[in-house]
């Protein structure tokens, strides 16, 4: 039930991505490029969004359980630090290069478009190497604290 779910919500996305348009590269780099010809379809598609979201999203934390599993798995992180907004930097980085976010790549598949393929493979080789170089990263981090 819980992976039906999953994949109901998934189809959903996909759905809203196609309809809005957020597909579509040309829109995500037009709402990037501030200082041309400035696209506001991303900020109108991302404030409805909002709308939905927060009211939705106080709704479901008032219930005593999540429908589909035992308690919430809430982050207990809440400060911000160099992983997050390096990681925040290399996605918009990358979303302002190419216009594609995980979310809308994998929807265009559902066209056909191939031309997403090295985007995804590189998407999905970049969160295999996360794990490795976030451990070397942090082990040189200790050695340096140690050695001070």
């Not at 934390?61 to 390096?86: E, I, N």
């Not at 999905?124 to 794990?131: C, F």
């Amino acid at each position: 039930m819980k992976n039906l779910l999953a994949l109901l919500a998934g189809g959903l996305f996909g759905a809203g991505l196609a309809m809005s348009g957020m597909t579509d590269t040309t829109k995500v780099i037009g709402f990037l490029d501030v200082s041309g010809g400035w696209d506001l379809t991303l900020a109108l598609v991302m404030i409805g969004a909002l709308l939905v979201t927060v009211p939705g999203y106080y709704w479901i934390l008032q219930q005593p359980r999540p429908a589909c599993a035992t308690r919430f798995d809430m982050p207990a992180k809440t400060s911000l630090d160099a992983p997050l907004v390096l990681g925040a930097a290399l996605f918009g980085i990358g979303w302002g290069l190419v216009g594609y976010c995980p979310g809308p790549s994998i929807a265009v598949l559902g066209y056909g478009n191939w031309q997403v393929v090295p985007f995804l493979m590189m998407l999905l080789l970049g969160g295999w190497l996360a794990g490795p170089v976030r451990t070397v990263l942090e082990l040189g981090i200790r050695a340096g604290h140690q050695r001070a």
